[in-house]
């Protein structure tokens, strides 16, 4: 059964940090592409919208535009883990992280972790 486990969300200041983790299980984790995604309250219960994404062996590792140069995916397949560090932090980066991959057809999530940058 392939599960993913976020954590490392947080409370923090405008211009803070954080690394947040996926740890997974059930799955050959360093065969698949891993994706980060927020949903955030201005998006709505539907607009959960791509971040980051890390390929096999980190061939790729793209972010979306509103995080570029302050976010960086990455993945340690040792651990099964992929992570997200999260600098300059603002107000418009807060809401829930999920990460996701696509395993035979079928996107799996996990339960998500919050982040809430505010002073």
């Known amino acids: 059964q392939v599960h993913f486990e976020e954590s490392g969300g947080d409370l923090v200041q405008p211009g803070g940090s954080l690394k947040l983790s996926c740890a997974a299980s059930?799955?050959?984790?360093?065969?698949?592409?891993i994706f980060w995604y927020r949903q955030s309250v201005a998006k709505g219960p539907d607009g959960r919208e791509v971040v980051a994404t890390i390929t096999p062996s980190s061939t790729i590792r793209n972010v979306a535009d509103p995080v570029r140069g302050r976010f960086t995916v990455s993945r340690d397949d040792a651990k099964n883990t992929a992570y997200l560090q999260m600098t300059s932090l603002t107000a418009e980066d807060t809401g829930v992280y999920y990460c996701s991959a696509w395993v035979r057809g079928v996107q799996y999530w996990g339960q998500g972790t919050q982040v809430t940058v505010s002073s």
């Open positions: 059930g799955l050959s984790f360093s065969d698949y592409a």
